[in-house]
């Protein structure tokens, strides 16, 4: 996969030669581009925003260089890959509080795409005729990450990039934690321990010390379905019926 990320502070992303994303990256399964917007403008001040027509609060990111920004990636300007034929494989990501809400189901459908670009908004967000012409070339998804307002797109963008990277085959070392984790069945993961047996009074619960490895899969099950029902009951009355057993509906 590769990914092309354009924002006015490309320093937010040195992260992205951290970690696993950084292993990924030097081992080939991920290519990582980031873009100074600033580069694709032409007067001295290196201007991206101005005034919203219609008045109101706040500035709206102009869209000259987001067009020739878009242009350079999608023809593979700038020593970046074409992609295939224009647009071809690529799709445009726009974090905005205005966006569908981030999901791993939507981590994993970006996670089967070849590209992606990512456009990092600023103050009031980019002028909305920038995405109306780029999806008239590549798919376009506005995103949220939650219902809460931050200053800009880009530590949105570190977390989408951070839940897609570990989706991608031979990033995880241990494909099964993937399987185990938090909303893959819908629900919330069980609560983990380790060594010590006891640590400060509090003990590890017996029955995983049991190697009794059926009663230990149905008491993580019931932790998980508890769980979920306390914090999240949400996401326990979107549980397909089907995924439940009879042990679990006695819950
Ligand atoms: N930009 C500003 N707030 C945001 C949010 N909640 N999600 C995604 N992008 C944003």
């Excluded at 909305?128 to 949105?156: C, I, N």
């Excluded at 909303?183 to 509090?202: C, D």
């Excluded at 019931?222 to 509906?249: E, F, H, I, M």
């Amino acid at each position: 996969m590769r990914i092309d990320v354009v924002t006015i502070f490309p320093e937010y992303f040195g992260p992205l030669d951290l970690s696993l994303i950084g292993k990924a990256r030097a081992s080939g399964l991920l290519e990582v581009g980031v873009h100074d917007l600033r580069t694709w403008t032409h007067d001295v001040h290196r201007t991206v925003d101005d005034s919203p027509y219609g008045g109101g609060p706040g500035m709206v990111m102009r869209p000259e260089p987001w067009g020739e920004a878009l242009d350079a990636l999608v023809a593979g300007g700038r020593g970046e890959p074409a992609g295939g034929a224009p647009g071809g494989g690529v799709r445009l990501v726009v974090p905005t509080p205005a966006g569908e809400v981030f999901t791993q189901a939507m981590a994993h459908d970006l996670a089967a795409e070849q590209r992606l670009i990512f456009a990092c908004g600023r103050y009031e967000g980019i002028d909305q005729r920038v995405l109306d012409h780029a999806a008239t070339r590549m798919p376009v998804t506005e995103v949220s990450l939650g219902d809460y307002v931050l200053f800009g797109g880009e530590v949105a963008v570190l977390v989408m990039c951070e839940a897609i990277v570990r989706l991608l085959p031979g990033v995880l070392g241990n494909a099964d934690s993937l399987a185990e984790e938090s909303h893959a069945h819908g629900v919330l993961e069980s609560p983990v321990y380790t060594k010590p047996p006891e640590w400060r009074g509090h003990p590890v619960p017996e029955i995983l010390r049991s190697g009794d490895h059926g009663r230990i899969a149905r008491w993580r099950r019931d932790q998980a379905l508890l769980r979920t029902a306390r914090r999240r009951p949400d996401l326990l009355a979107a549980l397909d019926p089907g995924t439940l057993d009879k042990r679990d509906v006695a819950l």
